[in-house]
């Protein structure tokens, strides 16, 4: 392929030399590392926009010696030109200025970078409005941590409803990946720190002054250390982690007369952090050229396939045109797609690997090598709509007053052979991805819905964890083993939780799921009661030890059953019933992450929670003491406690600890999983947001891979196999794909329930909700949207007002607003907002595709001086 001269003057007209300029929404930003590039005559030869990466040996010599650093680069979705990776000494991010700093790298991929010498860091300038300082722009909460669901697909052919409700499903409940959260993270710790407006300008009607990213002066010298965040430069990709795929819309060049013209259409992505693409006019359709209006809004998916030095855009090919821009599938196409996510229907050679002969049966040998429970009273609790059933549970009263309680996993490792064509697609895939109207599995449905999962009155093979529990939840013994199973019932959360909150009384038998004839229903009551009671005293024990829960508000979509459309939404709530499951398998998963290391301390694959990042932390700290709330961040149990302990149960004390929850979600990491023989340090191995040294994922093989290598690890530890014949920078880089794989189908999951819930609101909008104020700028202010979670962006000149007016109060920020009458007669009414202010907001769909916005309401005008500790009796409409 013939490359473009795809040059571009970099400069507008009297932007001064030494300040980022940036050219359009996916234009070069210039930064402070390549002045020289710009002194250079655009004449004679191609000019290089972009430095020629250094050598794989300046990399390692680099990194060894500290003057490189590496990182994974998170690029700001709103200001695309600012990118950050991690510090090393977990202060404040490192900034990356500018597209020609980034250096072709793409959001997510492993960089190396060099500082930049310290006269070109960034200054966080005092009176700025941008404290935007930080990578952090989607939140890392891990799953332990904060209650999530998996949004199931509903079964087919359920006719007896027009409505689909999708549920959420508290799987496992290891409560790690909000799945289904509509929790949109994409400002990162913006304008959190309370503002202050311009010297000598406390009244702020004119437009903000933006904060540029100022290269240091002589006379700036002075400021302190706290006041300058580290810049720096990308030298070197070390891994391409970004799938390089991007979904957008196809343009004519804009200079006709050119000869890119006659060779190239411009494809622009709808993700902003990805850049231009030039595609060449053959793959385009054959009418594009002369009816470019025909496909304004056709969604296409784009494949970059060379970026070179002198380019400002990228180079790529179509490879599919998927739709119309906006509509579900297409568009959730274009996701899975741009996160690399594989759809695909399963290979032959795959397919080969499952049972052939149909119906399956347990092979009689098997007997023989398990505890065989089939009498026993196990049972499954799920979402009403879940198909790949991991895990039972049982609970047998015993005459000394103590139990058996069991967690019994679906033994999926038994179905893959290591090496065979199944084990490397489900290892590749890494994990089933659930989106709010499908899944797209890890395994072949056979295996995920009949052979596996615990489907009720059929035997199944299983891997359980048995212990001997006091009432109080002390464990007295435990065993491990492969066993066999009979599921007497599939119960539901609503299920559980009718019989958690009817202790004493009888349900009926029409509002049970059918129970196999051994066992009755008083029998699975009284086990869901004697697990309740046990479940309480565990979790009450957990936060006494130190635990942290970060509870975020999720959403839950009612479908159509015709035409797949979102009708509704409500926040799902987490009951009794979703936190028994969740201790009993915490409980099985910590018992087995010390199994398997105390067999093998080198070759155990574990799950640690590094603290969170300490200068967003300490940011938010400073925030709170400054609006009159000191909050303990010393352990993750004292800032649980902080969190639990401060607040009423009133409506405005529950709002304002949803923002405070919503807020220190965002300095938290990853939770990763690693190869203990890969840390030399045990203290790296904790988790922090449990609060426990070891811990690992075993109870959900069906979906995540990760379960199913620690299934392998313990048959061995138990004997039942070899020990494993693996290095621990194999097991390494094997937990590293199943991490990126989980972080992209994060992503994905909460893309499509921010796709469907942007269709609900124009489909069913304008939709009024509560909202509390979490950031008071000049011009505009920052709200949780209590009723969906969504967090916007309300901006004054927006709104109906005759005037606003900025001021700080003490040191809190306040917004002044002064309503224009409806009635010219009246008086104008006057709402201040503050920080924690109610205020009442109406989300309403704009003219771009898949965008809405959040108005103020107008206030009553008895309620239109302080919405602070309003109280309503209503009840938010779901």
């Given amino acids: 392929m013939n490359h473009p001269d795809c040059r571009l003057n970099l400069r507008p007209t009297g932007t001064p ?75 404040r991010d490192i900034f990356i200025d500018g597209v020609v700093a980034r250096n072709r790298a793409l959001n997510g991929d492993h960089v190396v970078v060099k500082l930049l010498p310290e006269d070109q860091w960034k200054v966080i300038k005092p009176e700025s409005n941008d404290k935007e300082t930080e990578a952090t722009y989607e939140s890392d909460v891990p799953e332990e941590c904060c209650g999530h669901h998996l949004l199931q697909q509903s079964p087919k052919g359920c006719n007896d409803s027009p409505d689909v409700i999708i549920e959420a499903q508290f799987d496992d409940s290891d409560s790690e990946d909000r799945h289904g959260n509509i929790h949109v993270l994409v400002d990162g710790l913006k304008k959190l720190a309370v503002h202050v407006p311009d010297k000598g300008k406390e009244d702020s009607h004119a437009p903000a002054t933006k904060d540029e990213n100022t290269s240091l002066s002589q006379d700036t010298r002075a400021l302190s250390e706290k006041s300058l965040q580290k810049s720096a430069k990308v030298v070197y990709i070390l891994e391409k982690k970004h799938s390089r795929a991007a979904t957008g819309i196809l343009k004519l060049l804009a200079d006709k007369n050119s000869e890119l013209f006659k060779k190239y259409a411009l494809f622009s992505p709808s993700d902003h952090r990805v850049p231009r693409i030039y595609v060449p006019l053959k793959d385009c359709p054959q009418d594009f050229v002369t009816r470019p209006k025909d496909y304004a809004n056709t969604l296409f998916i784009c494949r970059i ?202 349900i009926r038998e ?69 936190k028994l499951v969740e201790e009993f398998m915490l409980l099985a998963n910590m018992a087995v992450a010390h199994k398997i290391f ?144 989980r972080m992209a189908s994060k992503r994905v999951q909460e893309l499509s329930i921010g796709l469907f819930f942007a269709v609900l609101v124009k489909e069913s909008g304008p939709l009024e909700s509560e909202a509390m104020v979490m950031g008071v700028l000049n011009q505009a202010f920052d709200v949780l949207v209590l009723r969906y ?25 306040e917004l002044t607003l002064v309503w224009e009458p409806e009635d010219p007669e009246q008086e104008p009414a006057q709402q201040v907002i503050t920080i924690f202010s109610l205020v009442d907001v109406v989300l309403q769909a704009e003219a771009t595709v898949l965008k809405y916005s959040a108005i103020l309401k107008r206030p009553d005008p008895e309620h239109s001086l302080g919405l602070e500790k309003e109280e309503s009796d209503e009840e938010p409409e779901d």
């Fill in 789 to 813: 979670g969504v967090q916007k962006r309300i901006y004054c000149n927006a709104l109906a007002l005759r005037s606003y007016h900025f001021q700080k109060v003490g040191k809190k920020p």
């Fill in 510 to 578: 029409e509002e049970l799921p059918p129970i196999s004839p051994e066992h009755s229903s008083k029998e699975v009551h009284q086990a869901v009661l004697n697990l309740h009671s046990i479940a309480k005293q565990l979790r009450r024990q957990r936060f006494v030890d130190g635990a942290l829960r970060l509870d975020q508000l999720k959403l839950a979509f009612t479908l159509d059953h015709e035409t797949g459309l979102p009708q509704g939404c409500h926040i799902y709530e987490y009951r009794d019933s979703n």
């Fill in 305 to 506: 396939i060379d970026w070179k030095e002198d380019c400002n855009f990228a180079l790529g090919q179509l490879a599919k045109s998927l739709g119309q821009a906006g509509e579900i599938e297409p568009e959730t196409e274009g996701i899975l797609t741009e996160y690399g996510v594989d759809f695909s229907d399963f290979s032959s050679d795959v397919l080969e690997c499952l049972p052939q002969s149909l119906p399956w049966t347990i092979p009689p040998e098997e007997f023989s090598k398990r505890r065989d429970l089939r009498k026993d009273c196990i049972f499954t609790i799920d979402p009403s709509t879940a198909r790949d059933l991991d895990d039972a549970l049982s609970c047998r009263p015993l005459t000394d007053g103590t139990f058996e309680v069991g967690v019994h996993i679906a033994d999926v490792s038994y179905f893959i052979p290591e090496g065979s064509y199944l084990d490397k697609v489900a290892a590749e895939r890494a994990t089933s991805v659930y989106l709010v109207q499908k899944v797209v599995p890890m395994l072949p449905r056979l295996l995920c819905e009949e052979l596996c999962s615990l489907n009720p009155m059929t035997d199944k093979l299983t891997f359980s964890v048995i212990w001997t529990l006091t009432p109080e939840g002390k464990i007295l013994k435990e065993w491990f083993g492969r066993t066999i199973i009979c599921s007497c019932t599939k119960l539901s959360y609503d299920h559980a939780q009718s019989m958690i909150e009817n202790p004493t009384g009888k």
């Fill in 17 to 91: 030399r030494g300040v980022s300029s940036v050219v359009g929404p996916h234009g070069v930003g210039a930064s402070p590392g390549d002045k020289k590039s710009k002194n250079k005559s655009m004449r004679g030869k191609k000019k290089s926009i972009f430095e020629t990466y250094i050598s794989k040996e300046e990399v390692s010599e680099g990194l060894k010696r500290g003057t490189l650093i590496q990182g994974v680069l998170r690029i700001n979705p709103k200001k695309f030109h600012e990118a950050f990776i991690p510090s090393p000494d977990g202060d």
């Fill in 598 to 741: 105390r067999t093998f301390p080198e070759q155990a694959l574990l799950r640690r929670h590094p603290p969170p990042q300490t200068k967003m932390l300490s940011d938010l700290v400073e925030f709170c003491d400054q609006m009159g709330l000191p909050v303990d961040v010393s352990s993750a149990g004292a800032l649980n406690k902080s969190l639990t302990k401060t607040f009423g149960d009133d409506k405005y004390s529950l709002a304002r600890k949803e923002v405070l929850t919503n807020m220190y979600s965002r300095p938290m990491q990853m939770a990763l999983y690693f190869c203990s023989g890969m840390l030399q340090d045990q203290a790296q191995f904790r988790h922090y947001a449990l609060n426990v040294p070891l811990y690992t994922h075993f109870t959900s093989p069906i979906r995540r891979f990760a379960d199913v290598m620690v299934h392998r690890l313990l048959a061995a530890a138990l004997g039942y196999s070899e020990q494993p014949d693996v290095e621990p920078d194999a097991l390494q880089k094997q937990a590293d794909h199943c991490n990126d794989r």
